[in-house]
């Protein structure tokens, strides 16, 4: 993997960069304010040209052929497997006659981010084979030779009843939390489970605590089951932010609408404060400084389970639409939309899932920062994995050496300007450093941040939402006495 700097002696041509060893880690974001269009059906869909690089003529000119700049998605093209229209009926029908497995929530998230492509080149929950790659080494073969990385396994467990079921059937139904037909998977595998084998292997950790161990792995039946995936519809959750679950297929087409020659992608699954607005920017403006004409920023916050005490996705999308409308994001240079995968909060082999997904959106460039996917161990008072070993990892990741990893210097609350700025060692005392935890308390409390740690209008969602918390558990408590 190339690791961009950010060094002033490097050439300001962006096809000439060259990169150091080592990366340093930064966030991403991004805001479209429009509802999507639909999404094409698989059977229509046309490859990818290829790439060109950022000095190429300007597709301006009415008598220039419109060219992509994008880098091509893993396998050199998306993998997308939703029906075209004209299939849905007879699809549904055909699902009504197979064996069916009931999707938890968190297999229907993972229905999503296979059928929009996010995990090209797969082509549906993963078999045995891919399985084991994935499990050892966070990476798949191609027939070609080729690797891709995949670092995170994407299954689906069910239970000795449903396996049972199954019977010799080579195709079964996948029906949704509410009951209805989402999907068929064709062309099955069946294979063992071994719980402990996957935990310890994607977390390198079996202690109790693991949020989506405990949510989706402990509790899952003791087989997997992969093979083929068709969906029969888009995925919707109808919960009033559909519009902002752009596939990477509609995020390419208006990158190219907008002409960008390089896509920074940022994602946090925290509200956006200053210091984060403070590294998108600067980031932009280094890129122009490289050569760059038009870079674009991909705001990405991740939209699918999350751990209990992370703040809502509603609540963070109406946070990060107040930092657009307060203007310290640039509307006309920042998507904002939502990244549909489930957060496992295994550190340094989860962010190059991360990683790896935004390469088939188009993104370039990857801001990662101090612990990416990480999380407090779970029954220790320490960090769960070292703080810099995801940023190093993804600079060695096998299957993401198009990715170029951009650096940040770290972001701190300067008391003396009274803004957040990049951290001087030399006047070390004069920097606040809040981290989440504590901007969450002093949102939970009341109390406002320093000035210029937040916008107003970002500040005011925060607080307003934790009142809201606080007073559904006064109704609790006083429902309780009476």
Same mark, same amino acid.
């Given at each position: 993997?190339?690791?961009? %700097?950010?060094?002033?002696?490097? %050439?300001?041509?962006?096809?000439?960069?060259?990169?150091?060893?080592?990366?340093?880690?930064?966030?991403?974001?991004?805001?479209?304010?429009?509802?999507?269009?639909?999404?094409?059906?698989?059977?229509?869909?046309?490859?990818?040209?290829?790439?060109?690089?950022? /000095?190429?003529?300007?597709?301006?000119?009415?008598?220039?052929?419109?060219?992509?700049?994008?880098? &091509?998605?893993?396998?050199?093209?998306?993998?997308?497997?939703?029906?075209?229209?004209?299939?849905?009926?007879?699809?549904?029908?055909?699902?009504?006659? *197979?064996?069916?497995?009931?999707?938890?929530?968190?297999? *229907?998230?993972?229905?999503?981010?296979?059928?929009?492509?996010?995990?090209?080149?797969?082509?549906?929950?993963?078999?045995?084979?891919?399985?084991?790659?994935?499990?050892?080494?966070?990476?798949?073969?191609?027939?070609?030779?080729?690797?891709?990385?995949?670092? *995170?396994?994407?299954?689906?467990?069910?239970?000795?009843?449903?396996?049972?079921?199954?019977?010799?059937?080579?195709?079964?139904?996948? *029906?949704?939390?509410?009951?209805?037909?989402?999907?068929?998977?064709?062309?099955?595998?069946?294979?063992?489970? /071994?719980?402990?084998?996957?935990? =310890?292997?994607?977390?390198?950790?079996?202690?109790?605590?693991?949020?989506?161990?405990?949510?989706?792995?402990?509790?899952?039946?003791?087989?997997?089951?992969?093979?083929?995936?068709?969906?029969?519809?888009?995925?919707?959750?109808?919960?009033?932010?559909?519009?902002?679950?752009?596939?990477?297929?509609?995020?390419?087409?208006?990158?190219?609408?907008?002409?960008?020659?390089?896509?920074?992608?940022?994602?946090?699954?925290?509200?956006?404060?200053?210091?984060?607005?403070?590294?998108?920017?600067?980031?932009?403006?280094?890129?122009?400084?490289?050569?760059?004409? /038009?870079?674009?920023?991909?705001?990405?916050?991740? +939209?699918?389970?999350?751990?209990? &005490?992370?703040?809502?996705?509603?609540?963070?999308?109406?946070?990060?639409?107040?930092?657009?409308?307060?203007?310290?994001? &640039?509307?006309?240079?920042?998507?904002? =939309?939502?990244?549909?995968?489930?957060?496992?909060?295994?550190?340094?082999?989860?962010?190059?899932?991360?990683?790896?997904?935004?390469?088939?959106? +188009?993104?370039?460039?990857?801001?990662?920062?101090?612990?990416?996917?990480?999380?407090?161990?779970?029954?220790?008072?320490?960090?769960?994995? /070292?703080?810099?070993?995801?940023?190093?990892?993804?600079?060695?990741?096998?299957?993401?050496?198009?990715?170029?990893?951009?650096?940040?210097?770290? =972001?701190?609350?300067?008391?003396?300007?009274?803004?957040?700025?990049?951290?001087?060692?030399?006047?070390?005392?004069?920097?606040?450093?809040? %981290?989440?935890?504590?901007?969450?308390?002093?949102?939970?409390?009341?109390?406002?941040?320093?000035?210029?740690?937040?916008?107003?209008?970002?500040?005011?969602?925060?607080?307003?939402?934790?009142?809201?918390?606080?007073?559904?558990?006064?109704?609790?408590?006083?429902?309780?006495?009476?």
């Amino acid at each position: 993997m190339a690791i961009l %700097s950010f060094n002033p002696t490097l %050439s300001s041509s962006p096809s000439s960069l060259s990169f150091p060893k080592h990366p340093q880690r930064v966030p991403h974001f991004a805001f479209f304010p429009s509802a999507p269009t639909p999404l094409t059906s698989p059977s229509s869909l046309s490859l990818y040209p290829k790439r060109i690089m950022p /000095n190429s003529p300007s597709s301006r000119d009415p008598h220039v052929t419109r060219t992509s700049a994008l880098i &091509d998605p893993d396998g050199g093209f998306l993998t997308e497997l939703v029906a075209p229209p004209s299939e849905r009926d007879a699809l549904r029908q055909e699902a009504s006659t *197979l064996p069916s497995i009931s999707l938890k929530q968190i297999d *229907l998230e993972w229905v999503h981010v296979l059928s929009e492509g996010w995990a090209s080149p797969l082509s549906g929950f993963m078999r045995e084979n891919e399985y084991l790659q994935c499990l050892h080494f966070n990476c798949l073969k191609m027939d070609d030779g080729s690797i891709v990385n995949m670092s *995170l396994p994407i299954v689906l467990a069910i239970t000795d009843q449903e396996k049972e079921a199954i019977g010799a059937n080579e195709s079964v139904a996948l *029906l949704g939390p509410s009951g209805g037909a989402v999907a068929i998977l064709r062309r099955i595998e069946i294979y063992p489970h /071994n719980k402990e084998e996957r935990i =310890a292997r994607t977390w390198g950790c079996t202690a109790p605590g693991l949020p989506y161990v405990e949510e989706a792995i402990t509790p899952a039946g003791n087989w997997l089951i992969g093979g083929d995936l068709q969906v029969i519809e888009p995925i919707k959750y109808n919960d009033g932010l559909d519009h902002y679950r752009l596939s990477p297929r509609q995020l390419r087409d208006e990158f190219d609408r907008r002409e960008a020659d390089a896509v920074f992608a940022f994602q946090l699954r925290n509200p956006v404060h200053n210091g984060h607005a403070l590294l998108m920017n600067d980031t932009r403006r280094r890129l122009l400084e490289m050569g760059y004409k /038009n870079p674009i920023l991909l705001l990405h916050p991740l +939209g699918g389970f999350v751990k209990a &005490d992370d703040v809502p996705l509603d609540v963070r999308m109406e946070q990060h639409k107040k930092v657009l409308e307060d203007g310290v994001l &640039d509307p006309e240079t920042t998507i904002v =939309a939502i990244f549909p995968s489930p957060m496992h909060y295994a550190g340094p082999t989860e962010v190059q899932w991360h990683a790896k997904a935004r390469i088939n959106a +188009g993104a370039n460039f990857y801001i990662v920062g101090r612990d990416p996917a990480g999380m407090g161990h779970p029954t220790e008072k320490r960090d769960l994995y /070292n703080p810099d070993h995801g940023k190093k990892v993804l600079s060695m990741a096998p299957g993401l050496e198009k990715l170029n990893i951009l650096p940040f210097k770290v =972001a701190a609350y300067d008391q003396v300007a009274k803004k957040m700025a990049f951290f001087e060692p030399s006047r070390s005392q004069d920097f606040l450093f809040i %981290s989440g935890t504590k901007m969450r308390n002093f949102a939970k409390s009341g109390e406002n941040p320093p000035d210029g740690f937040m916008c107003p209008g970002g500040w005011k969602v925060l607080v307003d939402y934790y009142n809201s918390l606080q007073s559904e558990e006064a109704v609790v408590k006083t429902t309780v006495g009476a």
